[in-house]
């Protein structure tokens, strides 16, 4: 979603974008083999060795499976007149690729036409420490982005109490961005317990409410979003985002999970 990626203007760094410097790729060449894209650029390896040290010295993982493919029908509702639009489709998916990180890969159709995908390496698909969009009517990609530092840090508990909190605070910017980043936070809060298969009947154990407040580099908060521990399974689904002229829900029509 839009929360996701904080994007600076092409004009603004057009001579990395011509070197190749900061990740930006043709958008059909991409398409062409997402998956060895995915692989390639968002590996455990690409983490920022700072981030990746600070994690590792709080959270080692495992997680207990291979990947997870949800299918998510988005219903989208404006603020102004409270209509839901049912013709958006996604496809999330989640592929463990060692401690407790995730690749991620966000499908995104309208009307049976693929109108963006998002990709990125996370942090239990919590908390994204690096990714980059493809909007598919655009010959480029956006930049890769990416936590540069982390200030704070609290590692999830599958276990937490209602009322506890998760404190993200760090650095963001392009790969090749020395200097001038932006500071941002993720403040969550953990809610009820409730069954997973609430969800999706195909989900085991339980889940875990997460109500987290997304703080921009103004230092105001530019989105709400609900979300959802599978405790099982140890990582997060967001189930709800709301910024200031629209609120998104996020149904689960379909899972599979190896």
Not at 38 to 65: E, R, Y
Not at 75 to 102: C, D, F, H, K, M
Not at 161 to 177: D, F, I, K, M, V
Request: hydrophobic share 40%; charged share 15%.
């Amino acid at each position: 979603m839009s929360s996701r990626f904080h994007l600076f203007a092409a004009s603004a760094v057009s001579a990395l974008v011509v070197s190749g410097c900061t990740g930006v790729v043709a958008v059909k060449n991409v398409e062409s083999d997402k998956f060895g894209y995915l692989s390639k650029t968002f590996s455990v390896q690409s983490v920022p060795s700072a981030v990746a040290s600070q994690i590792a010295a709080q959270d080692h993982g495992p997680l207990p499976f291979h990947r997870m493919v949800l299918s998510v029908t988005p219903q989208v509702e404006s603020a102004q007149v409270g209509v839901a639009l049912q013709n958006y489709r996604s496809s999330w998916t989640i592929i463990n690729v060692g401690g407790p990180y995730v690749q991620f890969l966000d499908e995104q159709m309208s009307n049976g036409v693929d109108t963006r995908q998002d990709y990125g390496v996370s942090y239990r698909n919590l908390f994204m420490v690096r990714g980059q969009t493809m909007l598919m009517d655009r010959t480029n990609s956006s930049l890769v982005m990416e936590a540069k530092s982390l200030q704070t840090f609290t590692p999830v508990s599958l276990g937490g109490a209602p009322g506890g909190s998760l404190e993200y605070h760090y650095t963001w910017g392009n790969q090749a961005q020395l200097a001038n980043f932006s500071d941002l936070a993720i403040h969550c809060a953990y809610g009820a317990r409730y069954p997973a298969s609430r969800l999706n009947a195909r989900l085991v154990g339980e889940a875990q409410e997460l109500n987290c407040d997304h703080v921009n580099k103004n230092g105001i908060v530019s989105d709400h979003s609900t979300r959802a521990l599978l405790v099982h399974y140890g990582v997060a689904v967001i189930t709800r985002n709301q910024t200031a002229t629209a609120a998104v829900n996020f149904k689960i029509d379909n899972v599979s999970i190896d």
